[in-house]
């Protein structure tokens, strides 16, 4: 541990970070959540750590301490850079810091696997470009990809929305899609309070691994577009719903097995997977 770097309160008024929203800035203070955090994302000692925004370095820390191998950082707030390199510093440059946007990084460009080394992503991400780098992993073509897990802080409403079950309001197609590409749960709540400045809702951590496909001849590109059809009207039928898919909808329902009359909410991300491996056949 470097026991000679500041109480990240010290950090924020020595380099002037003052949160700024248009960043999604909501930092972290307390090392010892940071490294319940870090610990979340598993065994580190021979992982090179992808963090997105680390701020003023709250969670980088933590997984220094926790004995990352390496981390390698995104910023897009050059306020935040004379911070960081104190970081690397005083942790014998095992952090590298890019400045940029995260949703156009080349990751493993960046990142230079070394043999033996596992890479994974731990973050707590900006509010406002959160999903959307959720998707850009989850939706990359080959699979498994090149991470081994993703440990990530979401808005709580977002993570239950990762995690949920059919039946369930919160089931729709970020479920779908990241529990179709891996095993996925909520591993740490986080109040609003613990955050500088505190958001108006609280958050999770989620934590997930990728897992073979469930059937590899089905094409992202379908199950996208049949689960973006089935939840683009989630009251309705899904005989109703999936009427605008260029194939007949209740021989789509039939073949696949599944009751014309569902709704979205309730049949299984299994269910899914079987009606885009039909609908491409249909399509054949
Ligand atoms: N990791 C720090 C912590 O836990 O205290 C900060 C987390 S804060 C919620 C999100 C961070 O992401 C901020 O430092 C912000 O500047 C940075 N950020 C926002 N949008 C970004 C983007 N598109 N690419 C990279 N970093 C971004």
């Known amino acids: 541990m470097a026991t000679e770097l500041p109480p990240l309160r010290e950090v924020i008024r020595e380099f002037d970070l003052r949160a700024k929203k248009s960043f999604g800035q909501n930092f972290l203070l307390d090392l010892n959540l940071t490294r319940k955090i870090a610990r979340v ?29 390496r981390v390698v950082a995104v910023e897009m707030d050059s306020r935040c850079l004379p911070a960081l390199e104190q970081i690397s510093k005083a942790y014998n440059d095992r952090l590298t810091v890019h400045q940029g946007d995260a949703l156009d990084v080349d990751e493993p460009e960046i990142l230079q696997q070394k043999e033996g080394e596992t890479l994974r992503i731990a973050s707590n991400l900006p509010y406002n470009v959160g999903t959307m780098l959720l998707i850009k992993w989850l939706t990359l073509d080959r699979w498994k990809p090149w991470f081994a897990s993703l ?134």
Do not use: C
């Open 41 to 69: 994302a598993g065994d580190l000692s021979n992982s090179v750590v992808y963090e997105v925004g680390p701020g003023p370095g709250g969670l980088t820390r933590g997984l220094l301490d926790e004995g990352a191998k």
């Open 151 to 284: 440990t990530l802080m979401f808005q709580r409403e977002v993570a239950e929305r990762i995690v949920a079950k059919p039946g369930s309001k919160a089931y729709g197609r970020l479920s779908v899609l990241a529990q179709w590409r891996g095993k996925v749960r909520i591993a740490v709540n986080v109040p609003a309070a613990a955050f500088t400045p505190a958001p108006k809702v609280a958050s999770a951590v989620i934590h997930f691994e990728p897992i073979d496909p469930i059937d590899p001849t089905v094409r992202l590109k379908d199950l996208e577009l049949v689960v973006e059809r089935a939840f683009g009207q989630r009251r309705k039928m899904l005989r109703a719903s999936l009427k605008s898919l260029p194939v007949n909808a209740t021989e789509l329902l039939d073949r696949a097995n599944i009751v014309e009359t569902s709704r979205a909410e309730d049949i299984s991300v299994e269910d899914f997977v079987r009606l885009a491996r039909i609908y491409r056949e249909m399509q054949a």
